[in-house]
Each structure stands twice: as C-alpha cells, then as structure tokens.
C-alpha cells in the first residue's frame, strides 16, 4: 500500500511540472535545432511559429502539439517521448512543437492560452478539443492519441 501511495504521489507530481512564462529565468536561449537535438522522431515534428500555427491546425485533421520553453527541464525532459509517440503513431496524428519563448502568438490558444510549460494541446478538425495531462511517456501519449 506504501508503494502505491508513493509512486502515485510520484506520477502526480511528474504531471504536473510546468515552467511557467512568467519566469524570466526560463528564457530561451537554445534554438529549436538544439531543443530537438537527439530526439528519435524529431522529423515528423513539425516547428510551429506565430506564421504557421493556425494553418498547421486547419489543415490537418489531428493535431498534437508540445507547447515548450527550450530552456525548461521538464520541456527537455519530454522531448525524446514526444518523439517516439510520432513515430509510433505513422502519421495518423500529425505533431507539432511551439516554442512559446519566441512565439508568443502561437502559444495565446484561443480560449485556451499556454501559461506553463510542457502543454500538450489535442485539436481536432481545426479546433481545440482537449489538453493532455497524463503520463509524459511515449507509451502514455500513443494510449492518449488512439483513444482520442
């Protein structure tokens, strides 16, 4: 029971990590190339700006996105599982990433605006249609995705 209760307390506390935006000591400082640098998949995520967010969006029938600050851990922690859950998904799901350091639009979600980081934003048929708060695993994003 012990264990549970621990490695419950654990997950939660994982999940709910986030840097926020208000931290100037969050700031960027590393480029998109070098956020995604060694990350297994890191071509099938396609880099968003405040120019091509919303196009992105409406073009694609589901959209994952990562909502991130390259200089926060726990943005650079879930880099290589968001990877891995593009690559697992072939495609069915097309995913994005935002730097929310120098897209400022970008991250302004109507109705739903990113105010820490890692978010992870589900929008199908062009709209928002749910945040994901699970587990930060490839396997937890991929169970995520198919359900959805």
Same mark, same amino acid.
């Given at each position: 029971?012990?264990?549970?209760?621990?490695?419950?307390?654990?997950?939660?506390?994982?999940?709910?990590? $986030?840097?926020?935006?208000?931290?100037? &000591?969050?700031?960027?400082?590393?480029? #998109?190339?070098?956020?995604?640098? =060694? @990350? *297994?998949?890191?071509?099938?995520?396609?880099?968003?700006?405040?120019?091509?967010?919303?196009?992105?969006?409406?073009?694609?029938?589901?959209?994952?996105?990562?909502?991130?600050?390259?200089?926060?851990?726990?943005?650079? $922690?879930?880099?290589?599982?968001?990877? &891995?859950?593009?690559?697992?998904?072939? #495609?069915?799901?097309?995913?994005? =990433? @935002? *730097?929310?350091?120098?897209?400022?639009?970008?991250?302004?979600?109507?109705?739903?605006?990113?105010?820490?980081?890692?978010?992870?934003?589900?929008?199908?048929?062009?709209?928002?249609?749910?945040?994901?708060?699970?587990?930060?695993?490839?396997?937890?994003?991929?169970?995520?995705?198919?359900?959805?």
């Amino acid at each position: 029971m012990l264990l549970f209760l621990v490695l419950s307390t654990f997950f939660a506390l994982s999940a709910s990590q $986030k840097c926020l935006l208000s931290d100037p &000591g969050e700031t960027g400082g590393l480029s #998109d190339a070098d956020f995604w640098a =060694g @990350v *297994d998949g890191k071509e099938l995520i396609e880099e968003l700006t405040d120019d091509t967010h919303d196009k992105f969006v409406s073009e694609n029938d589901k959209v994952f996105i990562l909502y991130y600050m390259p200089k926060c851990p726990h943005c650079k $922690k879930v880099a290589k599982p968001f990877g &891995g859950a593009a690559k697992k998904m072939n #495609d069915s799901v097309k995913f994005g =990433g @935002v *730097d929310c350091v120098t897209q400022e639009k970008a991250c302004a979600v109507e109705n739903h605006p990113v105010e820490g980081c890692p978010t992870f934003y589900l929008f199908k048929g062009g709209e928002w249609n749910d945040e994901y708060t699970g587990k930060r695993t490839t396997d937890g994003f991929v169970r995520y995705l198919k359900k959805k």
